[in-house]
């Protein structure tokens, strides 16, 4: 049985090409770029060599780059650093209600800490209002973050407008992104949008797991979360994961090399896999669904079908999807996504997400319709029982 993965925003399959330099870094170029020997030399010329991947990429100096585990790490240090940096100029900061927990549960720990949280609604397409924006921001507020791409449904935020009007309202105001779906997918340009901080993970593009960046731009003041030996000018402490670093840097320069091409292929592959759907009866896309949108996320409500039970009959065929955010997967509990963009209270436990990669394939797509046009009639007959 043929595998097909559709479950991307998850987590990516590794390029070959990353996995044989992982493999190498790992057995051959193992030195400790803190090490002044040769092995050292030759660990570090990695981290140059990233550094200035990133940096090109994203346009931006590469002294503004730091190496973290990942999205979540990267989230972290950027809201709880620049809030413990910048308190004694207000307590005030400001998120969206669809962020990653990796956000959300970081805000709510700045509540506990006594920071006064705003959180921003969003419409049905699950974008924010830059009017709400406006209103929100006060001379007290430190931090604003909002996510760039939702991993849930796909939408994406206007990010530029609101680094803009952010600036515009209070120049001292820090400006968080997470980039984690969104990265490798489009351009990004941190300094031309007026973003303070930029979080992206390795794993959303074909590298390895537990690595990933965070911009943090010169002039931003911000403490480290963690101590220790003093790497990366002290603000991520600990010794750099060379051969994760490595890989991420591959990683990221050959979405960047196809870049145009795969955003135009998976665009047309989402509408063949929409059209589809849609002729399933009491099936429901939800959230926007073109250009506007990002190409590699569908959130599909089926009527009268539990997400779990329509999961693990796709994985049957051999087709794997999520039943939402795979951070919390395993944590039930109702999407708050999908309550906030105003999904029918009877379609909050019915809905997945299916998520493309630069692997998919057209046969896939026309075979993943196929299943769903086969799975759904079947469970819901044997669920009316």
Same mark, same amino acid.
């Given at each position: ?10 987590? +990516?399959? &590794?390029?070959?090409?990353? @996995?044989? %330099?992982? #493999?190498?870094?790992?057995? /051959?170029?193992? =030195? ?62 400001? +998120?969206? &209600?669809?962020?990653?927990? @990796?956000? %959300?549960? #970081?805000?709510?720990?700045? /509540?506990?800490? =006594? ?64 980039? &984690? ?205």
């Amino acid at each position: 049985m043929k595998e097909i993965y559709l479950d991307n925003s998850a987590t +990516t399959r &590794v390029f070959p090409e990353v @996995a044989q %330099l992982v #493999t190498r870094v790992m057995c /051959e170029d193992y =030195g400790n770029p803190s090490s002044m020997h040769h092995k050292g030399v030759e660990a570090e010329a990695y981290i140059k060599n990233a550094k200035e991947i990133f940096a090109k990429i994203l346009k931006v100096n590469e002294k503004e780059i730091f190496f973290t585990s990942g999205g979540t790490e990267s989230d972290n240090l950027a809201i709880i650093g620049s809030a413990m940096a910048n308190y004694r100029a207000g307590q005030h900061v400001i +998120t969206t &209600v669809i962020e990653h927990p @990796a956000v %959300l549960q #970081t805000f709510d720990y700045l /509540e506990r800490k =006594g920071f006064e949280v705003t959180y921003l609604p969003v419409d049905q397409n699950g974008q924010i209002s830059l009017s709400d924006l406006e209103q929100a921001i006060r001379s007290d507020t430190i931090l604003v973050s909002i996510m760039h791409t939702n991993n849930e449904i796909g939408s994406l935020q206007p990010i530029e407008q609101a680094g803009a009007l952010i600036k515009k309202c209070n120049p001292n105001t820090l400006f968080h992104v997470d980039a &984690v779906q969104g990265f490798g997918k489009m351009r990004i340009y941190p300094k031309k949008w007026n973003i303070d901080m930029l979080a992206v993970s390795s794993h959303k593009i074909h590298g390895p797991k537990g690595v990933g960046i965070l911009y943090v731009g010169e002039k931003v003041k911000i403490h480290p979360i963690s101590h220790g030996g003093g790497q990366q000018k002290g603000l991520r402490n600990g010794t750099e994961n060379v051969p994760g670093i490595a890989g991420m840097a591959l990683a990221a320069q050959m979405m960047y090399d196809h870049l145009e091409e795969d955003h135009v292929r998976l665009h047309a592959l989402k509408a063949r896999l929409i059209e589809g759907l849609c002729q399933i009866e009491d099936v429901k896309i939800n959230g926007l669904t073109g250009e506007d949108s990002a190409s590699h996320i569908v959130s599909v409500s089926v009527r009268g079908v539990r997400s779990e039970v329509l999961l693990h009959a796709l994985e049957d065929r051999g087709i794997y999807v999520s039943a939402g955010s795979a951070c919390a997967s395993n944590k039930p509990q109702t999407s708050a996504t999908l309550k906030a963009i105003g999904v029918e209270k009877e379609l909050l436990d019915s809905t997945v997400r299916v998520s493309m990669s630069v692997y998919t394939t057209c046969e896939e797509i026309d075979e993943t319709v196929k299943a769903f046009g086969e799975i759904v009639p079947m469970l819901r007959r044997f669920t009316r029982r």
